[in-house]
């Protein structure tokens, strides 16, 4: 008999690498948090994708982003700020934008530009935005960070307010660093404990990874090694935190080895 797939989660996420690869023009990530007032933080990061030799498209210059709530209240409208110079190589253009919204969905629509602000395409998605009151404990959005270089690495762990990569396809030699925070039930401050673990494209476990927990208000991190995976295939980082009654909240990161 054929072999069951993936559970739907697992799917789910998996999902989202052919989609990021399916980006002609940009990558993103889309990341919430806590924020004052019974709202959610939102973090979009683009991140642009270099033209292919000959094809004579433009580089993404900018990416400008309307969001708003399905009857039209808007939270936010403007230019995703830019944080590589405009005349920075098309590899390295990125930015990201933080902002406010109440829990409930909410539509993206991102205008991607080359230098001269001609529009190249638009990327319309709606998402929903978790109740971070709710009385369940909760894991933000993880912050996924890839190092080339020891220097880098260690540039990374030491800037907190980093932004994180939208790319989801790594190499052998590079090192992945995550960031998240945990949420406890209502929001109250009770220490959680976590745990994470790598997972094949099944969700079989492979092997249990180590998490720092948060230390001085920071954020619990966990370390990824890619050397000792395969060169080629689709992985998943689960990472889970529980409560002392027993809630707990499980986020899911897949991404895919490429060499």
Do not use: C, H
């Not at 230098?115 to 998605?125: G, I, N, S, W």
């Not at 709710?134 to 762990?157: F, G, H, M, N, W």
């Not at 800037?159 to 396809?169: C, F, I, L, V, Y």
């Not at 790598?198 to 890619?226: E, H």
């Amino acid at each position: 008999p054929p072999k069951p797939g993936p559970p739907p989660a697992i799917a789910r996420s998996l999902a989202g690498i052919m989609e990021s690869a399916d980006r002609r023009l940009i990558r993103t990530w889309v990341g919430t948090a806590p924020a004052e007032g019974g709202k959610t933080r939102l973090t979009v990061v683009w991140e642009g994708i270099p033209p292919a030799p000959g094809s004579g498209r433009a580089p993404v210059g900018r990416v400008v982003l309307t969001a708003a709530s399905p009857a039209g209240e808007q939270y936010f409208k403007g230019q995703v700020g830019a944080e590589t110079p405009a005349d920075a190589p098309a590899a390295a253009r990125r930015g990201a934008v933080t902002f406010d919204a109440p829990p409930g969905k909410v539509s993206l629509r991102m205008s991607i530009e080359d230098a001269p602000d001609e529009v190249l395409d638009t990327d319309d998605r709606t998402i929903d935005v978790p109740d971070f009151t709710e009385p369940k404990a909760r894991l933000t959005t993880p912050r996924v960070y890839v190092a080339r270089t020891p220097r880098e690495y260690q540039a990374i762990k030491g800037d907190a307010a980093a932004s994180p990569t939208a790319t989801r396809e790594f190499r052998r030699n590079e090192r992945l660093f995550l960031r998240l925070d945990a949420v406890a039930p209502g929001g109250q401050g009770t220490p959680l404990d976590y745990t994470a673990r790598l997972l094949n494209r099944q969700g079989d476990r492979m092997f249990d990874l180590t998490v720092t927990p948060p230390a001085d208000g920071g954020a619990a991190t966990v370390d990824v090694p890619l050397a000792s995976l395969p060169a080629r295939g689709e992985f998943l980082i689960e990472i889970a935190a529980k409560g002392a009654e027993g809630q707990d909240a499980t986020e899911l990161v897949a991404f895919r080895m490429i060499g």
